[in-house]
């Protein structure tokens, strides 16, 4: 069964910056492209950013661009995101999750537990 | 950026049918994806594409789409379906990617 488990959450100061992993287990990592979801506490989803299987392609929401950027290491079966410049509304759930998309759908077919970030003074 | 709307929240009686919608432009263009949450524990992928289960999802489940609204069915609900349900989709305008703001089910 894939297993995906994300590390690095925790509390930050407003201004402040984190880096989140997410290391990837029982399935090619470098075929997939990988993506960190976010949640508010008790509110909906939230697509963070994406990266495909070779780092080629990399995407943003316009809520993060700037701030966040999103980097891989396929020999470690790794995930990242860094973040920066992080404000109280970036307090949420962050999870990592394999996705796949094409010209009519996107989706995302495993998740990993996630880790909470929590910016707050 | 699009955006895609769900009922905040829906009941359904046990062994009954349930249609739990999600509308956006986008949904007029891709197909959208269905994710079941349970509380405390990360999303499931229940359906994705045309109307696809992931190995393991009941048959019970099932998507569809008319226009720009998307429908997960759930036919004889059953209390373990009791969860927050949330749609996604494709999206042409601003983020890549969309998804609602979640569908909060009740079993009674």
């Known amino acids: 069964e894939v297993q995906l488990v994300e590390s690095g959450g925790g509390l930050v100061k407003p201004g402040g910056s984190l880096r989140l992993s997410c290391s990837a287990s029982k399935f090619s990592f470098s075929d997939y492209s990988m993506n960190w979801v976010r949640q508010t506490p008790g509110k909906g989803l939230e697509w963070v950013s994406s990266i495909s299987s070779s780092s080629s392609y990399i995407y943003y929401a316009d809520s993060v661009k700037g701030r966040f950027t999103i980097s891989r290491d396929n020999a470690k079966n790794s995930l990242y995101l860094q973040m920066s410049s992080l404000r109280a509304e970036d307090t949420a759930v962050f999870y990592c999750?394999?996705?796949?998309?094409?010209?009519?759908?996107?989706?995302?077919?495993?998740w990993g537990q996630g880790t909470l970030v929590t910016v707050s003074s | 950026s699009s955006e895609l709307t769900q009922d905040p929240a829906v009941s359904v009686a046990l062994g009954q049918t349930v249609r739990i919608t999600c509308q956006g432009d986008s949904l007029r263009t891709y197909y959208a994806s269905w994710y079941q949450q349970k509380p405390g524990q990360a999303p499931v992928l229940v359906i994705y594409?045309?109307?696809n289960r992931p190995s393991g999802i009941p048959d019970r489940f099932s998507g569809s789409s008319s226009g720009n609204t998307a429908s997960l069915t759930i036919t004889g609900a059953q209390a373990e379906d009791e969860a927050d349900y949330h749609c996604?989709?494709?999206?042409?305008?601003?983020?890549?990617?969309?998804f609602g703001g979640g569908t909060k089910l009740t079993v009674l």
């Open positions: 999750a394999r996705g796949y998309c094409n010209d009519g759908t996107c989706f995302f077919d495993y």
């Open positions: 594409g045309k109307n």
């Open positions: 996604n989709s494709r999206d042409r305008s601003g983020n890549p990617v969309v």
